[in-house]
């Protein structure tokens, strides 16, 4: 119903800026959330940031607040996460994900759809 494609991850020097694009086809709705997450080896995934689609209001953890934006193109059906001062601390596979309603941001189980994560490494 809804496929996920992210891109922009890479290998970057602490200190670095990378901006990662997240393209959404199938069928989609204004009333949908975006949201980004991130899986570090070991871990468990973790909320980074959202956006609904519609009035384009945005949610942070509070780790990522002041590094990290999230923005969405509606005309492309694509967000993005833009990623500044990345720490090795920021090393992850990161997800795009869909959320078909409203609340509840930062649940990984509340979210209905994933794309296939991107690598970021951030070497000291």
């Known amino acids: 119903q809804v496929q996920l494609v992210e891109s922009g991850g890479g290998l970057v020097q602490a200190g670095a800026s990378l901006r990662l694009s997240c393209a959404a086809s199938?069928?989609?709705?204004?009333?949908?959330?975006m949201g980004w997450f991130r899986q570090a080896p070991g871990k468990e995934r973790e909320f980074v940031a959202a956006v609904t689609w519609g009035a384009g209001s945005t949610y942070y953890a509070d780790s990522m607040k002041g590094r990290f934006t999230i923005s969405r193109d509606n005309a492309k059906n694509t967000v993005y996460l833009q990623m500044n001062s990345l720490k090795p601390e920021d090393t992850a596979v990161y997800y795009c994900?869909?959320?078909?309603?409203?609340?509840?941001?930062?649940?990984?189980?509340?979210?209905?759809?994933w794309g296939q994560g991107t690598q970021v490494t951030v070497s000291s």
């Open positions: 199938g069928r989609t709705f204004s009333s949908y959330v």
């Open positions: 994900a869909v959320k078909i309603s409203g609340g509840y941001y930062t649940l990984v189980y509340k979210y209905n759809y």
